[in-house]
């Protein structure tokens, strides 16, 4: 089984570099039945009012309180408002801005694959620690989570963890999380080009109603402009791309970034700096047919919700494959059980979601 799904992750990889637009200019078709998988919502503050709720203090907070990450669902069953999308539904787009090859590793000193990097090591200065930034949230406790700049047709979009923008739980509109603040490249709690506000949001219907982790805890967040800095793509200058298809959870070699404040065996993580591990994905299920999350071994946990599992897709070329979701815990001790860190599936729910952000 884990063969065959090797091979198939392969070849729609391989199928989806081969359709990845050679330049940014061509974006993908928004198409009605693309939009029909995706809940979205629009704040109704301005970008100088969403900046004035975040003072000094709320930031603190906010450092404080990483998301939580979405418990195990009993059963599979949808409501009848989150059909899936068709399981042939595809999304590539390529990376932007890269000139060098830029995916943290561990340096190797023979012909063989760097070392896997499960115990989470922090970013070195790249321009891949510019595109992935921490994400803040106002809304009841303040809280953070981790997100990544995308390849968008507005040049302003994040990708992160739908947990970290609507509760999941069916409650429609009231479950947005709303009032975001982005902070590109932050170390250490510092904004070193700036920090954007969030104007659109849009997630799977399979999480906004039914809180489904395996297939559909994701998020994209189109940002308001930046009053000076122009769109975020002006100002950072990178955005990964993106591979989105069905039953895809085997890479040799990937990496997920984030900001963890908390981690497996871990008592050093506090939340402020940028951490990363890397080594191969698998098919977390590989004999479970109806769940395709990706499992990536690492240490990170609490605050790097929505940090990306990133692969090479190509020279300059890295592209988001996954987004960190959550981890197993002990239903007795609630403690966290391994270092097993998972990302729902990139399949046809992320494809929809992308096509319809990048509609705004």
Known sequence: MRLLRFAAATAAASALALLAPTTVTAAPVVTESAAAFVDDDKDELSDDQIRGLWTSARLKEALRNPAEPPAAR????????????????????????????????????????????????????????????????????????????????????????????????????????????????????????????????????????DGDRDEADMAAIVLNSHPSHGTLLDAVGVTFGYLFAENATDYAQAATIGYPMQGYQRADLDGTRQMYCMGGTTDASPLNPFDDRIKLDCDMGQGASGGPYAVQAGPNDPRIVGTGSHYEMDRDTMQRVSDDLFSSEHGSHAAALINTANGV
């Open 74 to 209: 009993p059963g599979r069953t949808r409501s009848a408002g989150s059909v899936a999308p068709p399981q042939d539904l595809i999304a590539s787009a390529p990376a932007q801005g890269f000139s060098e090859s830029t995916l943290p590793t561990r340096a190797s000193t023979t012909a063989e694959p760097p070392a896997a990097v499960s115990v989470s090591q922090e970013t070195p200065a790249s321009p891949t620690d510019r595109v992935v930034g921490k994400f803040f949230l106002p809304d009841g406790t303040p809280s953070h989570c981790s997100a990544a700049s995308i390849s968008s047709a507005n040049e302003n979009t994040v990708w992160t963890a739908g947990h970290c923008v609507h509760l999941g739980d069916g409650s429609g509109d009231a479950g947005w999380m709303k009032h975001f603040l982005y902070v590109p490249g932050s170390r250490n709690g510092s904004e070193p080009l700036g920090s954007w506000t969030g104007a659109h949001r849009f997630a799977p219907t399979a999480w906004t109603q």
